[in-house]
């Protein structure tokens, strides 16, 4: 709960300062282009690119493409270079005889409402017939609601609803071994149809903006996950790290949670304590800024445009 909390509280700062600052610096239709994809998730840029492509600001939708591509040159080395120091603090301790902080859950343990079928009938085809059926109810959804909330709000909580009944499989696309492929299609069709109608010039004039809003944005994000980090026990570099998973999410923030313990030592024991006080805090960050939290910071920020 600590780690949903401070990862929150990044993005809050995220906002406020791109939308403070980066309005004075950059412009306001800049920032509410870019601000949504950098808080983490495809879907986040997909929302915005549908909005500026409906008012016939193809430059806005190239922004957030730029955003989205980019931000991860950024996350990456930050991250690394956090939680390197994060691992060497615990590492210290861990040999003085001090454990630091606790263990974070990241599944659940209740027992789901609907019973769960056997897993030699929960094959490939059962488990994506459930993210279809999932997909259906969400669009009637949708449609009957006449899209009150954005489409994508609609999905994601007829998604978590779903899973935590027990109809949907935990991470489906991963169990069905489809991840891969679906984010290939996904994110090359993303990109065709993001730099369809785009000319060299307006690429080049995207840069100073996007770079802009992710130094901005960046600065925001350490500074909102400190101050609530702060507040609930965390090290600046945990709560920074977690913030940070927002800039690339899934697998990510479980490569990097693998490298900082390797980075540190060769001790299977050791290696092993440092995992389970860095890895699970990466894996929920994830979940909650890019799987959740991008969507409605997104769905929320175009209403402004």
Known sequence: MKTIVIC??????????????????????VVLAGTPPLSGGIVAYMIVSEQANAMGRPDLSTLALAVFVLQSFVGYPLTAFFLKKEANYLLKNYRNGIVEGEK?????SKKP???????????????????AVAGVIGILITIATREFLSRY??????????????????SPL???QVFGFSMVVIIGYV??????GTTPDVVLSSLIPTVGVIVIGTIGLAVGAMIAGKLLGFRKE???????TALYGYPGTYILSQESVKAVSDDE??????????????????FTTVTFASVFVASILVKFF
Do not use: H, W
């Open 174 to 176: 991963i169990k069905s």
């Open 191 to 196: 990109v065709v149809a993001g730099i369809g």
């Open 113 to 131: 409402l609907i019973p769960q079928l056997p897993e030699k009938y929960n094959t490939t085809n059962t488990v994506l017939f459930k993210v």
């Open 153 to 170: 709000v609609i999905l994601l909580i007829v998604g978590v609803i779903l899973s935590e009944i027990g109809f949907l499989d935990r």
């Open 104 to 108: 974070e859950a990241i599944n659940s």
């Open 8 to 29: 929150l509280a990044g993005l809050v700062g995220m906002c406020i300062l791109n939308v403070t600052v980066g309005t004075l610096l950059l412009g306001k239709l």
């Open 269 to 286: 024991t050791e290696k092993e304590y440092l995992r389970s006080r860095i890895e699970p805090k990466m894996i929920v960050g994830g």
């Open 238 to 244: 945990m709560a920074i790290s977690v913030a940070l």
